[in-house]
């Protein structure tokens, strides 16, 4: 059963950057075939899609926080991260992490976070 | 990709038909196109992927159809926990991007 954990402040200040950390268990990190993501969803509203890393190492981000997204892996842990720089209250959302892939779609889900940005 | 989901709000009673759509900005391969369904408070559960493919687990009055710009997602006998929110999404190229929503209000 894959599961996945998003651990990090629910509090960050205006400019700061914002860190998350999903943590994998279940599966390998490593695995061919997946895509490991971050989506975030604003109160009351839909989903953005903010960027990916895939098992070999590639990244992709939405054009629109590209400037500003970092996606990150440490396989030895089996856990893949976000950073997201010069945060405003616009980045005020739970964010998710998930497992993606081209055969099945976005499989499994953490839980969600919230995290605020206020001074 | 633009994903525009219709409609809004749909109110029905439970064992009603429901009939949810997704309409994309340009062609989407029918391979990357998925369905979500969204509690209050909850993550994201996957229910249909590759347009038709029900995920691990999904009842089958839940099906998906379509191709190109129009998918359709649904629901044949509808049952009180399904009363939530539903995305449609494609996951091809980046940016994936979500539809805003439908939902699937009890009358």
């Known amino acids: 059963q894959v599961q996945l954990q998003e651990s990090g402040p629910g509090l960050v200040k205006p400019s700061q950057t914002l860190s998350l950390t999903c943590n994998v268990s279940?599966?390998?990190?490593?695995?061919?075939?997946?895509?490991w993501s971050w989506i975030r969803q604003h109160p009351g509203t839909g989903l953005e899609w903010i960027g990916y890393?895939?098992?070999?190492?590639?990244?992709y981000y939405n054009p629109s926080l590209k400037s500003r997204v970092i996606i990150s892996v440490d396989t030895s842990r089996n856990q893949f991260s976000l950073k997201l720089s010069s945060v405003t209250a616009a980045d005020t959302a739970v964010y998710y992490c998930?497992?993606?892939?081209?055969?099945?779609?976005?499989?499994?889900w953490g839980q969600g976070t919230l995290v605020t940005v206020s001074s | 990709i633009v994903l525009t989901q219709s409609p809004g709000t749909l109110t029905l009673s439970p064992g009603e038909r429901a009939t949810l759509s997704c309409r994309a900005s340009?062609?989407?391969?029918?391979?990357?196109l998925a369905w979500y369904q969204q509690k209050h408070g909850q993550a994201p559960r996957l229910l249909i992927y590759?347009?038709?493919r029900r995920a691990t687990g999904i009842p089958d009055r839940f099906s998906g159809s379509g191709s190109g710009t129009d998918f359709t997602l649904t629901i044949s006998r509808l049952e009180p926990e399904d009363f939530a929110v539903y995305y449609c999404?494609?996951?091809?190229?980046?940016?994936?991007?979500f539809g805003q929503g439908t939902k699937l209000e009890i009358k």
């Open positions: 999404q494609h996951y091809s190229t980046s940016p994936y991007t």
């Open positions: 340009q062609g989407v391969s029918s391979t990357y």
């Open positions: 998930a497992r993606a892939s081209h055969a099945s779609g976005f499989d499994y």
């Open positions: 890393i895939s098992y070999s190492g590639s990244t």
């Open positions: 279940g599966a390998s990190i490593s695995t061919g075939g997946s895509y």
């Open positions: 590759g347009a038709f």
